[in-house]
């Protein structure tokens, strides 16, 4: 039995939400959570908004004192210069982002970023203090022709290649097949390529590291479909799209614990 990893519930809203909406929303999901006395020792939860809200939203946290943690969506490679249109991580930093979400699959199919540029932007996030949850995940026609963890171990191995032992770095798996189609993984096909992707960090990094370090899935989680994930040993939390944009929806998945009756 390994290090209690603490659960890790994310909200990925991607390009919803202005920061006005932000607010209110933020606001809600904090009254929701505290109504149903969560902690977040217990499970931490996170919103990931876009740039443009993250400065209304960690002031909202940080002046109520919101048990909820916030994060950027993507970052630069470079920390600063002539790249126009780009974030560095030292500017998340300053807005007390905790998380920035790294090679998303979305990122990946159209802005066409690879392997490499992913592993260089999870550097950058470690260099400026930002946790980087990298993604990685197969297409369907990836598991057609390689099986279910060939491609998003591989993804992954690229970006291990460039960390030491002790990076702080969440992993999130996200099937590219299961994102806002409807159709989840099963959890056991999650708990398979989740096994395989901490065997891969063990085998690069050690049994300590892959041990500590958090491994979400993500791809259509709902309420309904959240406890079944949890109960597997090597899902330590999601990475939630659709569903993070509703708020009684996104705090019944933080409530997971309720519904898989363990933890
Ligand atoms: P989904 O998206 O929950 O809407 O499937 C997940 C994601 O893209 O992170």
Not at 233 to 246: C, E, I, M
Request: include cysteine; glycine fraction near 8%.
């Amino acid at each position: 039995m390994g290090v209690a990893r603490t659960p890790l519930i994310a909200g990925n809203w991607k390009m919803n939400l202005d920061h006005l909406q932000a607010i209110a929303f933020v606001q809600k999901l904090a009254w929701s959570l505290r109504d149903a006395k969560h902690s977040s020792n217990e499970v931490e939860v996170a919103v990931f908004p876009p740039f443009t809200d993250l400065r209304s939203v960690q002031t909202l946290i940080a002046a109520d004192k919101l048990e909820l943690a916030h994060g950027a969506q993507d970052l630069s490679a470079h920390d600063s210069g002539a790249y126009t249109g780009e974030i560095s991580g030292a500017f998340l930093s300053a807005l007390s982002c905790r998380y920035v979400i790294i090679g998303h699959s979305e990122r990946r199919q159209y802005h066409h970023e690879d392997d490499a540029l992913v592993a260089k932007k999870t550097v950058a996030a470690l260099r400026h203090g930002v946790t980087p949850v990298v993604c990685v995940g197969e297409s369907a026609e990836d598991l057609a022709e390689h099986g279910p963890s060939a491609v998003p171990v591989a993804q992954l191995r690229v970006v291990l290649d460039e960390l030491t032992t002790d990076a702080e770095f969440v992993v999130a798996y996200e099937p590219v097949w299961a994102i806002g189609s409807g159709q989840a993984a099963t959890p056991e096909q999650a708990q398979q390529v989740c096994s395989a992707l901490r065997a891969t960090i063990a085998e690069t990094l050690g049994d300590d590291t892959a041990d500590r370090t958090r491994i979400l899935y993500g791809g259509s989680v709902k309420s309904g479909n959240i406890a079944g994930f949890m109960n597997q040993s090597d899902v330590d939390g999601a990475l939630v799209g659709g569903a993070s944009l509703d708020v009684d929806e996104f705090s019944a998945i933080a409530r997971f614990p309720k519904h898989v009756g363990t933890v």
